[in-house]
């Protein structure tokens, strides 16, 4: 009576891999044929790019085993048929790519930066960081330390900015306009819900000018109106002008994100703390804006990605990003029409920073949720 | 009792008194900046002033398909070609990005995991390159196609090369006029047909084919007219005389450029708001429609995306005005808008860059602003009621 009978299996057609296949690709047949055609078409174009980046590809020597020295030695210059991607153009200019003109004896200061960069930024991004208090302080003396070791002073030769080039200008451009408009964005998302009329309207009307505007024309207003504004003897180089208007743009984005943030945090915090007697900036530096700047961080991380895509615009006002030096390697007439490998790299390069940049606000966005839902329980 | 004592800690007097401080600094920033200004132009000797805008402008623009533009013209008509050439490739743009955007989100719900992961490489690979250089290398690849001589061809009527797209142009004769005016008289009653059909339907539950009708309408009366008038139209057949075409209509490989970049970099960020649109309407509405027996494609019409249209369309319209914005980078590729156009050669050639690029950044922020009206105003009318 109490005879526990066998559990059947499952009909082999809905689990493992082909029950799998029959769920995901072939439940109809119109999704069958979606599936097949996109397969066909995937099956064509997978191994051509593979063998176009990679298997057909010349590095540093082309298929007779020479160094490359211009484009006439690329495989695909001599067997259009069957070369690959000449990445020579890369190998050849990769100092350049990385660094711009920056004299070579002193590139180490350039290395040094890199490396102090991720030690001032991973602890950041990550609060279980061991020891990251300590981190952290080297993290607000590192915009100085980098400022003198990149720029000069202090007994180091100065290198003039206009040899600054490459990944330097648009980690440079990225980083400092990040962290100028961050501080910016809190007082003007502060300033836009102050209740001073004055003070509010002034905000808003700057936040929504910015925000009105393309970034090009801030970059021509610094480029070209700055310069015009400012009294004889203070001479600001490209590369500061165009910082001002990076900045001038991202504080206005982030103050609207910070702002998101502080209407989501609910009134009787505001209420609590003024009932304890903390004053006004008592009341947001440690009461709300520590909550606020929390929850908008993915929001942050994700303004700061399309800031860091937006830096190659400086190219148009003349500054020499990791775009423009692959655009000033493409004008060399011994690298003519190898636009694609140079495009292809550059994309790279900004798929990588930019790829891991939205990969961590998703990571943070489910961490908040789960702390937050950890605070309700 | 303290308060009068110290001016200072009451709250209506530090608040006017912060506000003064602030109106003040300000203005002695701006009036500091104006005399600086002002000093600065008087010695490098350039003019100031709005007359620069009638002169002549002394360059040619390549692409200016609403305006016949000649060298001779204004700065201001160039001003003009470019507000117009800005306003359509964003127009276009949109139109395709809302498309592009709404196939590539739903095709990211479907049940076809390949499909789904093809689109999701597709929205993160163009969403974390940059869009300048996606421009830059479109237009690259365009003008590697094919010169003039070996162009390629369609029809003998279509030919595709590094100068653009070469098609046919319809030549408007006297009478086609009556057309025009049907298709508008079409539009219009057959938007009132809708709104009756509606209320109809709303009183009595009968359903009118507001579709079919609305089709016969527009495309079917217009044309019959077309035929019965004697076909006022002809065409202007593009031909190759010497380097290049003479005739025809031609769209530049520097529109193409910003068309599709625009368009495939916008669309990736639409898709996103639409897959969180759909995704925020709940499974039972989902449900409780199929068991009341909906067709599946009513569902999605008629239950989920009237409700996912709530959530998506506020982001919509910031994308839609990123798009404006992000079509100023035609400059990159010589697309000859309102930055390339006004804001760029004018500007070099007058030396005006204060007029020029207040001109400029006036002109986009009205543009903002207009787009975010109408947007708001769609947004109002597909809000939920609540009675």
Redesign the interface.
């Known amino acids: 009576m109490n005879d526990i009978t066998e559990s059947r299996k499952p009909p082999v057609a809905t689990t493992g891999i082909l029950g799998w296949l029959r769920m995901n690709l072939f439940s109809t047949w119109v999704n069958s044929l979606i599936s097949l055609f996109v397969l066909y078409i995937l099956f064509q174009f997978i191994p051509w790019i593979l063998n176009w980046t990679i298997f057909a590809a010349d590095f540093k020597y082309n298929f007779n085993g020479e160094e490359i020295v211009n484009r006439e030695m690329c495989s695909r210059v001599l067997d259009p048929e069957n070369g690959g991607a000449c990445w020579a153009i890369i190998y050849v200019r990769f100092y350049q790519f990385m660094y711009g003109f920056y004299p070579r004896e002193e590139v180490w200061r350039v290395n040094l930066s890199y490396i102090m960069l991720a030690v001032a930024v991973v602890p950041l991004l990550f609060d279980n960081f061991p020891f990251r208090k300590h981190f952290l302080k080297f993290t607000y003396i590192f915009p100085v330390i980098a400022f003198f070791l990149l720029n000069g002073g202090l007994g180091l030769e100065s290198v003039s900015t206009n040899k600054w080039g490459g990944l330097l200008v648009t980690l440079v451009l990225g980083c400092t306009g990040i962290a100028l408009a961050f501080p910016l964005g809190i007082i003007l998302a502060l300033g836009r819900r102050s209740n001073l009329p004055v003070i509010s309207m002034m905000c808003t009307l700057f936040i929504e000018f910015i925000r009105g505007v393309p970034l090009i024309t801030l970059l021509f207003f610094g480029m070209v109106m700055l310069p015009l504004f400012l009294p004889e003897g203070i001479d600001m180089d490209g590369l500061a002008r165009v910082l001002v208007a990076v900045t001038l743009f991202q504080s206005a984005y982030m103050a609207e994100v910070i702002r998101g943030g502080l209407q989501a945090i609910p009134q009787g915090q505001y209420e609590a703390a003024r009932s304890i007697g903390l004053s006004y900036w008592q009341m947001n530096l440690k009461v709300v804006l520590p909550q606020a700047i929390r929850i908008s961080i993915p929001s942050i991380v994700n303004t700061s990605i399309g800031l860091f895509k937006d830096t190659t615009l400086v190219i148009i006002v003349g500054l020499l990003d990791l775009l423009g030096i692959g655009r000033g390697a493409l004008a060399d007439t011994t690298w003519l029409g190898l636009a694609y490998e140079v495009y292809f790299f550059v994309s790279l390069v900004f798929f990588i920073f930019t790829f891991a940049m939205s990969r961590y606000s998703l990571y943070l966005e489910k961490k908040l949720k789960t702390g937050i839902n950890m605070g309700a329980d | 009792m303290r308060s009068n004592l110290n001016f200072f800690s009451d709250e209506k007097f530090r608040?006017i008194f912060?506000?003064t401080l602030?109106?003040g600094l300000?203005a002695l920033g701006i009036y500091f900046?104006v005399q600086?200004?002002g000093?600065?132009?008087e010695k490098r000797n350039i003019a100031t002033g709005w007359r620069f805008l009638s002169d002549p402008a002394g360059f040619d623009i390549s692409f200016s398909p609403f305006i016949n533009f000649k060298s001779t013209d204004t700065h201001l008509d160039v001003y003009f070609v470019g507000v117009l050439n800005t306003l359509l490739v964003s127009f276009c743009g949109c139109i395709a990005a809302t498309i592009l955007g709404f196939l590539v989100g739903i095709i990211r719900l479907s049940?076809?995991?390949?499909?789904v992961r093809?689109a999701y490489i597709y929205v993160?690979?163009t969403?974390?390159?940059?869009?300048?250089?996606q421009i830059?290398?479109w237009y690259?690849i365009l003008i590697q196609l094919p010169r003039v001589k070996q162009s390629l061809e369609f029809l003998d009527i279509f030919f595709i090369s590094n100068r653009g797209i070469y098609s046919p142009r319809p030549v408007f004769e006297t009478g086609f006029s009556y057309v025009f005016i049907a298709i508008i008289l079409a539009f219009i009653s057959s938007f009132i047909i809708r709104r009756w059909a509606k209320k109809r339907q709303d009183e009595t539950g009968k359903q009118f084919p507001v579709l079919s009708s609305a089709f016969g309408l527009i495309i079917i009366l217009p044309l019959l007219l077309f035929f019965i008038i004697g076909s006022p139209m002809s065409f202007d057949y593009p031909a190759l005389k010497g380097f290049n075409f003479k005739g025809g209509m031609v769209i530049r490989p520097e529109f193409i450029a910003m068309f599709l970049a625009l368009t495939i970099y916008t669309a990736a960020f639409i898709s996103e708001t639409v897959r969180s649109g759909i995704l925020s309407v709940t499974k039972g509405q989902r449900e409780a429609s199929a068991s009341l027996g909906l067709k599946k494609s009513w569902i999605m019409r008629l239950i989920i995306i009237p409700q996912a249209l709530r959530v998506i369309v506020p982001p919509l319209t910031s994308q839609y005005l990123n798009l404006t914005?992000?079509s100023?980078?035609g400059?990159?590729v010589g697309y000859a808008d309102l930055?390339h156009g006004f804001?760029g050669i004018s500007?070099n050639q007058t030396g005006q860059?204060?007029e020029c690029?207040v001109i400029?950044?006036a002109t986009?922020?009205t543009i903002?602003?207009t787009i975010s009206v109408f947007m708001n105003i769609y947004n109002r009318s597909i809000q939920f009621k609540e009675k």
Not at chain 2, 111 to 115: I, K, T
Not at chain 2, 127 to 133: F, G, I, T
């Open positions: 608040s912060f506000q602030v109106i300000f900046v600086t200004t000093y600065n132009l049940s076809n995991w390949l499909l093809v993160e690979f969403r974390n390159v940059p869009l300048l250089l830059i290398l690259s914005k992000n100023s980078l400059i990159a930055v804001g500007l860059a204060i690029m400029v950044m986009y922020l903002s602003l």
